[in-house]
């Protein structure tokens, strides 16, 4: 296990002090998530949107940032002529995992920031189960990294990848986007936890398919 932890945290390594020099995907994910809640503001107005409204336009807001900051995970390599290299140094399993990682890291803190804000602007906006809300957020995140990464490897190489990015993903995440707007729901309903219970079963079978199947399929995306 310790000789695919090391080069994980290396690949991750590699992201973390590349974004820290571009901030590309930072800078790219606050601006979205500034603009378009500002637009929402401004949209409703003096009206107080119902909380099924609430939970679907904070998941709206979050899948959306997701797009324009993580298309670029396996792009940057393409671009930077780095891809030969890591497939020489090291194996498809830890470049997915340690991707994985990186990408799983950045949406935590964009998604931090974006609920920070959508609760300080946001009308009506008050989380009356704050334990549905965070489980419901970690899988959430858990799951829109996994997919997100390798939605990113597979158009990696086309021609069109900023088009293709959302168009790909959209399918694919709406099964866990279902659940996460009907999951915060109750969270601002203030419903129990066990209530929720069937949603978090549903998010976590999500992100364990999605990831076994990246795990299997990484190696023959990866080498094409």
Known sequence: MRKYIIPIFA???????SELRTRYALNALAMFVVTTISIILFAIANETP???ILAGILWIIIFFSAMS???RTFVSEEEKNTVMTLHTITTPVTVYFGKFLFNLILLIVINSFSIILYMLLMPN???KSPDIFIVTLALGTFGLASTS?????II???NTKGTLYPVLSFPILLPLLL???KATKLALEGEIFSKALPD????????VVITAGSYLLFDYIWKD
């Open 11 to 17: 690949i991750f390594q590699k992201d973390f002090k």
């Open 179 to 181: 659940v996460v707007i």
């Open 125 to 127: 906006f008050e989380i």
């Open 156 to 158: 990696a190489k086309s």
């Open 149 to 153: 990464t390798i939605i990113a490897a």
């Open 50 to 52: 119902s909380y099924e």
């Open 69 to 71: 900051g993580m298309a």
């Open 200 to 207: 978090f079963q549903v998010m976590l079978a999500y992100f």
